[in-house]
């Protein structure tokens, strides 16, 4: 996911965040403490405590900041598109790219961030939810228009959406492998389309890169 714009936040605060995602380059989040992290941005440890209350806190909040600019770019993205195939083809390829580009954040997202109740108090879970219910709203908007089946939830078809992405993503990041975007979202769109959809549809949808 993208990094945050750093002319909003202070300089302490951007070298506290900057110095935490370069050690989750090659350290389990466990394993990083806020005196390391403290001595990696050149700042006092009562210095992370000003702007953060926890080092969970400090991942939240990163992955916040992160997050708010990918659904910025993705509803960009998905204004130049209409239907509800063609939009729903778009969100698995964002997601998937923005995985592969920053897969420290998405790490911690998947495996690190869920682990912990405090996760879902957090604004991030709240960006989440929200955009959750936008793709929600395409999806229903689908099923009226007769482009998705009647018979099945949206936020049924969320779940397996989500579910495949962040399935398909989990060894590539665990493990550094490469990823073909273009040709993953072929697949998961093919399978997850031609089993929602009221006719069967191409998994390449034409005018989509």
Do not use: W
């Amino acid at each position: 996911m993208t990094k945050s714009n750093k002319n909003i936040h202070p300089p302490g605060r951007i070298k506290i965040v900057a110095a935490f995602t370069t050690l989750l380059q090659a350290r389990d989040f466990s394993a990083i403490t806020t005196a390391e992290i403290a001595r990696t941005a050149r700042v006092t440890e009562g210095l992370i405590y000003k702007y953060f209350n926890s080092k969970r806190d400090l991942l939240f909040q990163v992955l916040a900041e992160s997050f708010s600019l990918f659904i910025n770019q993705t509803s960009i993205e998905l204004e130049k598109t209409s239907g509800a195939t063609l939009r729903l083809r778009t969100l698995v390829r964002c997601y998937l790219t923005a995985y592969d580009r920053d897969r420290v954040l998405a790490r911690m997202l998947m495996l690190e961030a869920r682990n912990s109740t405090d996760f879902f108090k957090s604004n991030a879970y709240n960006l989440i939810r929200s955009h959750n219910r936008q793709v929600i709203r395409i999806i229903a908007k689908g099923i009226k228009e007769g482009e998705i089946r009647a018979d099945i939830s949206p936020a049924v078809v969320l779940r397996i959406i989500f579910g495949a992405i962040e399935h398909a993503m989990l060894a590539p990041i665990l493990f550094g492998r490469s990823v073909d975007v273009h040709r993953m979202t072929d697949e998961i769109c093919g399978i997850v389309f031609n089993g929602i959809c009221g006719k069967k549809v191409q998994a390449d949808v034409s005018g989509v890169d």
